[in-house]
């Protein structure tokens, strides 16, 4: 996420202090990814000394404005007008930890991926419940809001379907290996709902 060009774009609109870019920025996204005030005004002394903006001075509250340069004007067109195409991988903390799990004796895996599908489940409810609030009271100001929420809802249920593949692939390896085993009787292991959970919600949910 660039802080940097956030600020830059919400700068373009107006001079703005340090606590109303925090608000206008966690308004814009519904305060999903707070923004600690401190990061904000050490990204503003970094987009100073690059020249993208300039201090204006304090009020007689003492609030300090900061205003975008022409050179910051560009940055951000730039900003609009590149993709967001990450040079590495982003890390994910899911894809590692059930990585680990498949090598590390004692661990179910499947319970693994069970709990975080719940979870995910959950979290995606939430989004879609949010979404139905934004629909009920249906103001242009929450579009970018929207955006966000549908965002979220989509990586969720990206997740949910990777999950759900991950779960499929494992069962999979499992009986090749049982069909490749010597014949001996060995209790079979009863189907979880995992699956049907998942394709049960994303039905209500969409």
């Not at 970094?46 to 001075?57: A, C």
Request: glycine content about 4%; charged content about 25%; aromatic content about 6%.
């Amino acid at each position: 996420m660039s802080i940097k060009h956030s600020l830059l774009v919400m700068l373009q609109q107006q001079q703005r202090y340090g606590f109303e870019l925090r608000e206008e920025f966690e308004r814009s996204t519904g305060a999903t990814w707070p923004l600690n005030i401190g990061q904000v005004y050490t990204t503003l002394d970094r987009l100073e000394r690059d020249g993208l903006v300039k201090d204006m001075g304090t009020d007689e509250a003492g609030h300090r404005y900061y205003e975008i340069t022409d050179t910051g004007c560009q940055e951000a067109r730039d900003w609009f007008n590149t993709p967001v195409a990450p040079s590495t991988p982003p890390r994910n903390e899911l894809a590692i930890k059930l990585a680990l799990a498949l090598s590390t004796p004692g661990v179910d895996t499947g319970a693994v991926i069970q709990t975080q599908r719940l979870a995910t489940i959950q979290t995606m409810q939430g989004y879609v419940r949010a979404r139905r609030e934004a629909d009920r009271e249906n103001k242009a100001e929450d579009l970018s809001w929207r955006f966000v929420l549908e965002s979220l809802i989509y990586s969720a249920e990206a997740e949910l379907k990777w999950l759900d593949h991950c779960e499929a692939k494992m069962s999979s390896m499992a009986r090749a290996s049982r069909s490749n085993a010597p014949r001996e009787t060995t209790p079979s292991q009863p189907p979880t709902q995992a699956k049907r959970t998942n394709t049960a919600t994303l039905e209500e949910t969409r």
